[in-house]
């Protein structure tokens, strides 16, 4: 694969591991995996689309460890690397209007969460000059605030 970075991340006689970013996208998962699986001399013997990987295992006297890994490079490439960009659909689902999608509400509502946790810190700091229930009532609102962030971002945190 000529300039560029090959997708098997390590390989012995007997056994080649996959790892790719492109193959967390379910839809080249799903191809690459149905393309491996095709394949007469390689066997698929585990797989993980969370992070990419697929682990293929061959019988070295079978095949030459060049001819597996050349063959799954080959096989892949058409899949990480098509030529072509696939044809937008001409008509594509229209999102009513005043409608979002799940994943811009999401994101709207985390925007709401940071302003707030802004402006409830601001008046918190404010606060602690007016006395202990006002700076522990904005503190309160703070927390709130932040809970909802870290909901949002839960993904991302847990990593």
Do not use: C
Not at 133 to 156: D, E, S
Request: hydrophobic share 45%; no cysteine.
């Amino acid at each position: 694969m000529t300039g560029r970075t090959s997708p098997i991340a390590s390989a012995v006689p007997g056994r080649i591991r996959v790892r790719h970013p492109l193959l967390r996208r379910n839809d080249r998962f799903q191809e690459a995996l149905g393309r491996l699986e095709a394949l007469d001399t390689i066997r698929v013997t585990e797989s993980n689309p969370a992070v990419g990987s697929v682990l293929l295992s061959y019988d070295p006297v079978a095949v030459t460890p060049e001819d597996a890994r050349s063959q799954v490079e080959a096989l892949l490439s058409a899949v990480l690397h098509p030529a072509e960009v696939p044809p937008v659909p001409d008509d594509p689902a229209p999102v009513a209007e005043g409608k979002t999608t799940a994943p811009e509400l999401k994101w709207r509502i985390n925007r709401v969460a940071k302003i707030g946790m802004m402006g409830s810190m601001a008046a918190t700091l404010a606060a602690l000059g007016v006395g202990k229930r006002v700076h522990a009532g904005f503190g309160t609102l703070f927390v709130a605030f932040m809970l909802v962030h870290m909901t949002v971002q839960r993904k991302r945190l847990f990593q």
